[in-house]
T-cell receptor, first 116, second 113 residues
Framework: NAGVMQNPRHLVRRRGQEARLRCSPM?????VYWYRQLPEEGLKFMVY????????ESGMPKERFSAEFPKEGPSILRIQQVVRGDSAAYFC??????????????FGDGTRLSIL | AQSVSQHNHHVILSEAASLELGCNYS??????LFWYVQYPGQHLQLLLK??????LVKGIKGFEAEFIKSKFSFNLRKPSVQWSDTAEYFC???????????FGGGTRVLVKP
């Protein structure tokens, strides 16, 4: 399967723990986007990364959330000291070129994060 | 900031009925428009997209959408639905020179056999 791969599919954490969500883009894609879907809501943009660079993090909460896309390996969305309100589905998408080049984004299956 | 509004949260219809899902956006500049579908337990899949040209766009699985610039709308249609069209449908907008997608709240469609 050459699609966008996210793991884990489901992640359960207790309040105060850290959550790490991984995303491997489609082969040949160097642009990664993270979105969050809260219960009963649409997807909301969080952050856009290229290899080793954060391009747009305007949707990221100011505290506890960080993202990286290293030269080697998957993109990581990290949530420190999780709270109940972080419970959501987190989707990763990738594209081969920047958004302005008329390329659609391809989505992964998402990680469903549950905070106890 | 741009926003996307999908008028119906839930739609229930019978097989062979026609489907139309509304989508309006608020942004005055040039936009790219998308409809994604999420089948139960699966990831979002692209149904169709509009970048430029013919405002009537045909997608996969018999879906089409019409971009009406004057109404800031991009409604999705299918003349005759099947049970397998049961899914959640998301409209999304991107500024033509931008990167991020802005999604509507989604419409859950249930097709009764």
């Amino acid at each position: 399967n050459a699609g966008v791969m996210q793991n884990p599919r489901h992640l359960v954490r207790r309040r105060g723990q850290e959550a790490r969500l991984r995303c491997s883009p489609m082969k040949g894609h160097s642009h990664v986007y993270w979105y969050r879907q809260l219960p009963e809501e649409g997807l909301k943009f969080m952050v856009y990364l290229q290899k080793e660079n954060i391009i747009d993090e305007s949707g990221m909460p100011k505290e506890r959330f960080s993202a990286e896309f290293p030269k080697e390996g998957p993109s990581i969305l990290r949530i420190q000291q999780v709270v109940r309100g972080d419970s959501a589905a987190y989707f990763c998408a990738s594209s081969p070129h920047p958004g302005g080049s008329n390329q659609p984004q391809h989505f992964g299956d998402g990680t469903r994060l549950s905070i106890l | 900031a741009q926003s996307v509004s999908q008028h119906n949260h839930h739609v229930i219809l019978s097989e062979a009925a026609s489907l139309e899902l509304g989508c309006n956006y608020s942004y005055g500049g040039t936009v790219n428009l998308f409809w994604y579908v999420q089948y139960p337990g699966q990831h979002l899949q692209l149904l169709l997209k509009y970048f430029s040209g013919d405002p009537l766009v045909k997608g996969i699985k018999g879906f089409e959408a019409e971009f009406i610039k004057s109404k800031f709308s991009f409604n999705l249609r299918k003349p005759s639905v099947q049970w397998s069209d049961t899914a959640e449908y998301f409209c999304a907008v991107r500024m033509a020179a931008g990167n991020k997608l802005t999604f509507g709240g989604g419409t859950r469609v249930l097709v009764k056999p």
